[in-house]
């Protein structure tokens, strides 16, 4: 449709030309694969003269001989051709993304790049499906300028990237998704081959339309539709080797234990255990660890990580589709298939589940664009998803089950990483029983659980892997959106109305089933085995179900308006739309409505000014404030259009484009209708195990063997009548220069965004006498700056191609107001330092003997320190090292500057192209400590001893078991710069020649190897250094095994093949 | 016009039209409003029954629900992980108490003001709601005072003076308030005691039914001898009385008339909480259980003045995860009584052990003591839960290698009944108790020695305790410091774990106790037996205290919050 109207202004133009000309003819061919290019605009230089070519790739223009035609096609770089004496030509165009033509998909509407003012980067479907991942958010990362992301985990079905437009401006920070002009959740689990393009909206002027929404950003996703032509069966199918990136190295028995030993010395030489302590080991225990030669009941020696999960597994995508049409209809269908395994090993198990998580995709496709009449089109946006993850249910017995899923893996690959090698026996050779013989072997001698040794709470991973059940998930959703557009030239001309209506339906559901199995304790002694806990129950518990859904429809309806009066342009859209989706649960539904508004103008495609504004409102707010107006301004100039700057015959193109405006964000953390006052009646019941009685508990008297439970009634909700969304006022202004024959493009543009109006509780700030939550409100404020630089370079010589596509950005946030104390310390306060910045002990070197900590200000961080622990900085000056020391230290939790290159080289059928991502200025605070379970890693080695006083890498060593340890908390020594560059993505491909195909019918086959996460380089220790970033800013140093990134970060090895009929 | 414009003008009409319909209004129903709530008398004297919920109304409180007692914080006990991942303990024994994380000093603040808010919010709607004859707003008030100044008495004792309010503050009034003075706090509280016990003490209703009902009377009903020929309110038993408003208000003239607060100690502050205590006894209502060894354990008693109503425990929460050790079944033996503690305990013959003719034999420690030894402890060689408990180096029940065991081979009896342990559900009460009678009798001992001296009064009532545990009487002829000396040590031991010894020793500002080598027993299995040291536990456990912890500090934040109007306490 985009391209239709597109064509029709072109066509209309063509009529107003003419001279005496040649009449040239020829054909149009992609530079890559020599297929006809349809619908290529083919235009003289200078006039508005244009016409398209035909679907056999085939032009027929009026043009004087010397002058210039220019080729411009969607997804191509454009190409000038000077007309020679010939009267044919022959062209061919390559790929890129510097074409001004190109129609780019905007809020509610396209716009041609030239045309824009805005701040908007897109890419492209092609682009997309280079990075074999099975979550979309995933390709984004490198490629598109403005674009900040994390990818945490690797846990199949749950490892799309955390997305953030030009950085952090607010702590709720998500920007809006648009998937084919309506807007969803999300877009990670669309079929990466059904995607035609992606737009990103950064700046005022291309999100002002959202209005409410807009503040975060829009990423705006438009689905593959047909094309006229015969029809095209697709085929791709990839098979992929999936790893983890990086794992911490555990160390084995003896090395462990060796350190363990150190650890229990230290606390026996400064007195920090009881009197009567003895060692776990005896120097006859370390040197049988050392040979080897122990009993392995006795003397485990057990990687528990390799132990249960394998070095590799297998990921495959497979999609067809279809696609074709003539004048009347066209029609892309797809059908997409995705099966993600996971780490874990497989494992028999009693009950007959899995125990390796998986994730399987199903999505379908049926985009089809009807041509109704001359001046009618419909245009249908059918798709439909099933999802099913799978996982063990691991070690989470609470919670719905998507957080189960997500916390059980957690809680089990935490289990794992805790144990040091001489913690438990394990023996592979008893698991997968046959036979009752070995099952016995296997439910005793691989379920040792020794809680005096490791801490509580220390379950026999294999144990929870392999009995304590298993949970499932479905995600089913349809979304549809029907699009009728009428022209109404007989009204006026250049106007049209447009009316979409959505309907997406979502459907959840899913079953767990628990098992219990029983912990042996072992006597060494006499080498027995007791059951210490629980017992098996290997029928698993009757299992739970949910089953939970809701319906979305959005409505939108308007009038385009398009009009050329001589050098003057102008277009309008104006329309209204209300969306309405449901709560999952007995939850309001969620509405918005609005309208919105875009005038734009341009004289001669030289100077350009355009409107964008919204007045749209949400449910969430009281009545008198539902509603606001969102404004935008911005212009342009392309400078390359005066005469002066003709001679400067390098540059093609220059344009300075800026623009103003305030735009909303009114999603506050899931917290709805903050402006209720409510009460709640009723109350929970104390649970039998005691402790302080919960607040809004029911009131107990009466006879204590037979309770009266008296309900309450509480103040559930403080609301505020005056809140409102947050605001941001953000200005951009931009550059975009095109130079060496299209070969070079730059653009740079500069942005900064006040946000305010941050909604906020006062839990900080508001004195504890006011006795309950005073109620949410707008009086937060961030600040957010930066510059984004993009440089496009593409070269065709020959049967060469090749150039780069290269980007920086750089954003920096700062707290200008938030919730802390009036007077709090300096060193403490939040504002004037970035959302997530780390806080915690500046290192000031390591404490070196008893008489230096004797002499120093004394330390209240943990439990009493010893020589080797970490020394930090007083200061406030008191005399004493607490809390109220810590300073910020290091940076935030997402990066300040992130960057991307993307060279590529091709020659003939053959083509590379290799994604380098990376960022900096990023700390992350996981570090590997044993969280009460003595667990050790290889850089401890590098421990602080009298030897080693000066130039150690860690401090003294201390037993996991003896927790409060001064040293591991959040400090200036063990936070980690989470800086990283990254092989991100590398993509090798082969066109097979058509003169092979065209006996058998094909017309092309492409097979291709691509890598993704394949290398990182980083300073970072252990961990992949995204997947360590903490969510948790707390003062404890976060542990590895917290669940949050308790999934490594996978990297994938693909092949695949694509094969067109 | 062609079709898709008629349809394209319908859709806009259909749009236009619908806006009329408050599209947006979608918020949840019907909430229930401040007017809803205070229009209802049903609604709202369950709003007043929420303010219930703020007191401190279990044994383990510090951190995660249940674990951490205030008698880790002195001689009483340790946590064995007091040092480790639980800082519930060590954040106050290493006077940390402006860290956050002290739950008994900003989380208490916290909790009693929200408490405190909860009862003003109440009180300023008395009036307006339209009650009915099967409530008594009298008595709701009544609640609602006493409520009120058993929160501030927590604030008191802890911070001294603080803010003080009768009406809770809107959105718009100014909270950064100056702390009204310690005397102030000690007559608000005063005032709003005397208000509560003359509405209990004269308050009588005809229900509905025709019965008289006397809340006074009537909500002790389980206690009722003979037990009324008609039911009228046990299902109220638990609700403060006039015991329960005269109790708290001894225990606040005692901190007033301590040495913390009566530094010149004057003698007519003493005796003002001996007549307060005089008023108990004689009313005539309470007498001591005559079974030491199951004082928490009852579902109603005599010596209950106020007691936390609450059903049988079972295995799980504080006794799994804090009371009782891995050893046993549980998860975390995380309450670990002090050698200091077991030494407090005489001989049965009444002396002390160290005392000349004590008969204590060091190598036999466990012998011949004070019953209450083995009502409150549990200890290396006892028979418990059918086996004998090894505390001995290498023992089942000694394990120091793990932080969840004991570090001083005690653990405490009378927080674990012996039928829990691991893989069983059984449960009994394990009462929290408010306030007993037994409390009543030393603290009018108490405050009478200190007012009159050793008169024979204080032995009456002393001996009354002793007896009862079985005890022989206090020999005759003590002086006034022999008789407190001997009255602080009755209370530790008759107290034991009941959230009491720490507020006595900072009152009595007995920072020599506080700050004492806190001991352990070392035992060794022996081929005959065993052999028993007294040693000192690691540096860890030790207490760093100083005078300024007499009076907690006001929350750190609170101080900050404040723009120089919030003053802190002194030293802090």
């Known amino acids: 449709m985009n391209n239709c109207l597109f064509c029709f202004c072109l066509l209309s133009a063509s009529f107003s030309a003419f001279s005496q000309q040649n009449r040239i003819t020829g054909k149009i061919r992609s530079a890559e694969d020599s297929t006809l290019l349809n619908g290529v605009s083919v235009s003289v230089k200078g006039t508005r003269v244009g016409v398209t070519s035909d679907k056999d790739g085939a032009f027929n223009i009026n043009a004087k001989g010397g002058s210039t035609l220019v080729f411009s096609y969607i997804g191509y770089n454009d190409r000038e051709v000077k007309v020679g004496s010939g009267n044919y030509m022959s062209v061919r165009l390559s790929a890129g993304n510097n074409n001004l033509n190109t129609v780019v998909v905007i809020g509610y509407g396209t716009q041609k790049k030239k045309e824009q003012t805005a701040a908007i980067s897109t890419i492209s479907g092609k682009d997309i499906v280079k990075s ?91 689905t593959k539709g047909g094309k006229v032509g015969k029809a095209k069966v697709s085929y791709s199918g990839n098979l992929s080797q999936v790893r983890s990136t990086e794992l911490p190295q555990f160390l084995d028995a003896y090395r462990s234990a060796f350190l363990h030993n150190e650890a229990e010395e230290n606390l026996i030489k400064y007195n920090l255990v009881p009197p009567g302590y003895k060692k776990l080991f005896t120097p006859e225990d370390l040197e049988t660890f050392k040979n080897k030669t122990g009993d392995p009941l006795l003397y485990p020696d057990i990687n528990w990580y390799k132990a249960l999960t394998r070095p590799s597994w297998n990921k495959t995508q497979h999609n067809l589709n279809f696609t074709g049409g003539s004048r009347m209809t066209k029609y892309f269908v797809s059908v997409g298939y995705l ?109 040792v659980e020794d809680i005096g040794k490791l801490g509580v709470n220390t379950f026999n991973p294999y144990g929870l892997l392999k009995r304590a059940g298993y949970v499932t998930t479905d995600n089913n959703a349809i979304e549809s959106v029907f699009v009728l557009d009428q022209k109404l030239d007989q009204l006026l001309k250049g106007l049209s109305a447009k009316v979409t209506f959505a309907y997406d339906a979502y459907i959840s559901g899913g079953r767990v089933q628990t098992g219990s199995f029983a912990g042996y304790e072992l006597n060494r002694a006499t080498k027995a085995l007791t059951v210490s806990r629980g017992s098996f129950e290997d029928a698993l518990n009757a299992p739970g179900t949910f089953r939970s859904g809701y319906i979305k429809t959005n409505l939108q309806a308007g009038l385009n308006y398009n009009k050329q009066m001589g050098d003057h342009n102008i277009t309008a859209v104006f329309l209204g739309q209300r969306e309405l989706r449901g709560a ?94 409510e009460y709640s009646n009723g109350g929970g019941t104390t649970g039998t195990g005691g402790g302080l009685t919960p607040i809004n508990n029911q009131a107990q008297f009466g006879n204590p063997l037979s309770l009266n439970n008296n309900p309450v009634v509480w103040h559930s909700k403080a609301g505020n009548p005056l809140v409102t969304w947050e605001k941001s006022i953000k200005r951009n202004i931009g550059f975009e220069t095109n130079s060496f024959n299209n070969r070079l493009s730059v653009n740079v543009d500069l942005f900064d965004e006040k946000r305010y109006d941050i909604l906020l509780p006062k839990n900080n700030s508001a004195p504890a006498v006011y006795g309950e939550t005073q109620p949410f409100s707008n009086y937060g404020e961030n600040s957010n700056k930066g510059y984004e630089v993009e440089v496009n370079y593409h070269e065709t010589k020959g049967n060469w191609k090749y150039g780069f596509n290269a980007q920086i950005t750089h954003a920096e946030n700062k707290v200008v107001r938030t919730d802390e104390p009036l007077n709090l310390a300096a060193n403490l306060k939040n504002t004037g330092y970035a959302i997530g910045q780390f806080r915690g002990y500046q290192f000031i070197g390591f404490y070196q003997s008893l008489d230096e900590i004797n002499k120093s200000p004394q330390s209240r961080v943990g439990t009493q320190v010893i020589p080797g622990d970490l020394k930090y900085q007083d200061t406030n000056g008191d005399g004493i090292i607490d809390d109220q020391d810590r300073v910020a230290i290091g940076n935030a939790d997402i990066p300040q500057n992130v960057f991307g290159i993307e060279p590529n080289v091709g020659w003939k059928g053959f083509n590379v192209s290799v994604l380098l991502q990376g960022a900096n200025n990023v700390s992350a605070n996981v570090q590997f400590d044993g969280n009460g379970r003595n667990q050790y890693y290889e850089q401890m080695f590098d421990r602080w001893t009298p030897d080693n006083p000066l130039n150690a890498k860690w401090p003294v060593m201390r037993t996991g078991s003896t927790g409060g340890n001064p040293s591991y908390v959040t400090n200036s020594f063990l936070l980690q710069n989470a800086a990283y560059v990254k092989l991100r993505n590398i993509e090798l491909s082969y066109m097979l020649p058509k003169v092979l195909l065209k006996k058998i019918r094909i017309e092309s086959v492409r097979i291709y190897f691509n890598g993704q996460n394949l290398k990182t380089w980083t300073k970072f220790v252990g961990l992949d250094p995204e997947n360590a970033i903490s969510s948790s800013l707390g003062t404890d140093v976060g542990f590895l095994n917290n669940p949050v990134f308790s999934y490594p970060v996978t990297k994938i090895y693909n092949v695949g093949l694509n094969i067109q009929f | ?118 009862v003003n919010v109440m009180l300023s709607k008395m009036d307006s709601v339209p009650w009915t004859s099967l409530q008594n707003p009298n008595l709701i008030k009544a609640q609602m005072l006493f409520l009120r100044s058993m929160y501030y008495f927590e604030l008191v004792k802890r911070f001294g003076g603080v803010v003080l309010l009768d009406k809770a503050p809107g959105l718009a009034d100014n909270i950064d308030l100056p702390r009204n003075t310690y005397d102030e706090t000690v007559n608000f509280i005063m005032k709003d005691l005397d208000e509560a016990e003359k509405i209990f003490t004269t308050e009588v209703f005809t229900l509905p039914s025709g019965l008289v009902y006397s809340p006074d009377v009537d909500w002790n009903e389980l206690t009722l001898v003979p037990p009324p020929a008609q039911a009228k309110s046990s299902s109220n038993y638990g609700r403060p009385t006039t015991g329960g408003v005269r109790a708290l208000r001894l225990r606040l003239l005692m901190l007033d008339a301590s040495p913390l607060r009566n530094p010149a100690g004057t003698a007519a502050k003493w005796r003002k909480a001996a007549d307060a205590a005089k008023v108990i006894i004689n009313s005539n209502r309470y007498s001591l259980l005559p079974n030491y060894s199951a004082l928490l354990n009852q579902s109603s008693s005599f010596e209950y003045i106020m007691i936390k109503v609450r059903g049988p425990r079972s295995f799980g929460g504080i006794l799994s995860d804090f009371i009782v050790p891995p050893s046993s079944g549980g998860a975390q033996g995380l309450l670990n009584p ?67 065991t004991t570090r001083t081979r005690y653990y405490c009896r009378k927080l674990w009944p012996e039928i829990y342990k691991g893989g069983t559900t059984q449960g009994v009460l394990m009462n929290f108790i408010f306030f007993r009678y037994g409390e009543v009798l030393l603290n009018y001992a108490e405050a009478l020695n200190e007012a009159d001296g050793p008169i024979s009064d204080v032995y009456t009532y002393v001996n009354q305790i002793r007896k009862r545990a079985g005890m022989p009487d206090l020999p005759t002829g003590l002086t006034k410091d022999q008789m407190r000396a001997r009255i602080h040590n009755e209370r530790a031991v008759e107290f034991a774990f009941e959230e009491i010894r720490w507020w006595d020793l900072l009152r009595w500002k007995d920072a020599e106790t506080i700050k004492a080598t806190v001991n352990a027993m070392n035992v060794v299995k022996t081929a005959t037996g065993f052999t028993y040291n007294v040693v000192p536990l690691p540096a860890l456990y030790q207490r760093d205290f100083t005078p300024r912890m007499f009076i907690y500090p006001i929350p750190r934040a609170e101080i900050d919050k404040s723009n120089g109007i919030m003053k802190q306490n002194d030293g802090w």
Request: one cysteine or more; glycine letters at 10%.
């Open chain 2, 1 to 118: 016009m062609t079709f898709p414009i008629k349809l394209f003008i319908f859709t806009i009409f259909v749009i236009l039209t619908s806006c009329k319909k408050e599209f947006l209004q979608r918020d949840p129903g019907a909430p229930i409003t401040s007017d809803n709530v205070f229009s209802d008398p049903v609604l709202a004297s369950r709003f007043a029954d929420n303010a219930f919920n703020y007191t401190l109304d279990d044994f383990g409180r510090m951190s995660q629900g249940y674990k951490g007692t205030t008698g880790q914080f002195c001689d009483e006990a340790i946590a064995s992980a007091a040092a480790d991942s639980y800082p519930f303990v060590s954040v106050i024994t290493t006077g940390k108490l402006l860290d956050p994380t002290a739950t008994d000093v900003a989380g208490v603040y916290t909790r009693m003001y929200q408490g405190i808010r909860n």
């Open chain 2, 338 to 404: 002090t050698q200091n503690h077991v030494d407090l305990y005489e001989m049965n013959n009444g002396k002390a052990i160290n005392e000349p003719g004590s008969g204590y034999n060091p190598q036999d420690p466990y012998k011949n003591r004070d019953p209450r030894f083995y009502s409150n402890l549990i200890y290396n060689d006892l028979t418990w839960q059918t086996r004998k408990i090894q505390m001995y180096d290498g023992g089942t029940d000694y394990q120091p290698a793990a932080a969840s």
């Open chain 1, 584 to 677: 999952e649960g007995a939850q309001a539904p969620f509405a918005n409505e609005g309208v919105v508004l875009r005038m734009t103008y341009n004289y001669k495609s030289k100077y350009f000014f355009e409107i964008n504004g919204s007045y749209n409102g949400s449910e969430n707010y009281p009545k008198t404030e539902r509603y606001g107006l969102f404004p935008a301004v911005s212009g342009g100039w392309t400078v390359t259009e005066e005469k002066f700057m003709k001679n400067i015959r390098f540059l093609n193109y220059m344009k300075i484009r800026g623009s103003y405006g305030l735009i909303g964000y009114g999603n506050v953390g899931g917290t709805r209708f903050l402006f209720l006052d």
């Open chain 1, 132 to 222: 074999p991942v099975s979550d979309a958010t995933n390709s984004l990362v490198g490629r598109v300028p403005g674009l900040f992301s994390q990818q945490r985990s690797g846990l199949p079905g749950d490892n799309g990237a955390d997305i953030f437009i030009r950085g952090r401006a607010s702590t709720n920070s998500a920007a809006l998704i648009i998937v084919d002009g309506v807007e969803r959740q999300g877009f990670g689990d669309i079929d990466p081959n059904e995607i035609e393009a992606i737009s990103i909206l950064k700046d005022a002027s291309s999100t002002a339309l959202f209005g409410i929404k807009g503040a975060n950003g829009v990423i705006i996703v438009t």
């Open chain 1, 339 to 447: 099966f993600e395994d996971g780490m874990f090993k497989e494992f028999k198990t009693p009950s007959g589940y899995k125990t390796t998580p998986t994730y399987t995709r199903y999505n379908f496709r049926s985009n089809l664009d009807f041509t109704i009449t001359k001046t009618t089109t419909l245009s249908l946006r059918l798709a439909g998803r099933l999802e099913n993850r799978y996982s063990p249910v691991g070690n989470q017995t609470q919670g719905n089950l998507f957080n189960r899923q997500r916390g059980g893996i957690g809680g089990l690959v935490s289990r794992i990483t805790a144990i040091p090698a001489w913690g438990l026996p394990f023996f592979p050779e008893y698991t997968n029983p046959t036979t009752p013989e070995m099952k016995q072997l296997d439910e005793t001698y691989n379920q």
